[in-house]
């Protein structure tokens, strides 16, 4: 089983950028593929990205492709997501999540808190 806490969330002006962070609390972290989700006020939660259980491979909604990046630090149970040249549309609650690859919530077993992301234009 692990825990998932994220951190980092904020106010930042489009344009701008922030990094999120994941800390995961258990022994079996590196067991697990890392997922990025966010849900917008009055909308359903949606994949943003996922990193394998290594760090070695990633993928991305099209959405935030290129602008976006995942990576991990098994040795601290640390996920992270910075994210570049933000949008007003990129404003919502973002939470980390671990289970098996996939960009469906189903995939995913263990889900952090969230932490808030506004981005003022």
């Known amino acids: 089983q692990v825990q998932l806490v994220e951190s980092g969330g904020g106010l930042v002006q489009a344009g701008g950028s922030l990094r999120l962070s994941c800390a995961a609390s258990?022994?079996?972290?590196?067991?697990?593929?890392m997922g990025w989700f966010r849900q917008a006020p009055g909308k359903e939660r949606e994949f943003v990205g996922s990193i394998d259980r290594s760090g070695s491979d990633t993928y991305y909604a099209d959405s935030v492709k290129g602008r976006f990046t995942i990576s991990r630090d098994n040795a601290k149970n640390a996920v992270y997501l910075q994210m570049n040249s933000l949008k007003p549309e990129d404003t919502a609650v973002y939470y980390c999540a671990a289970g098996d690859w996939g960009m469906t919530l189903e995939r995913y077993n263990y889900w952090g808190q969230g932490t808030q992301v506004t981005v003022s234009s």
């Open positions: 258990g022994r079996t972290f590196s067991s697990y593929v």
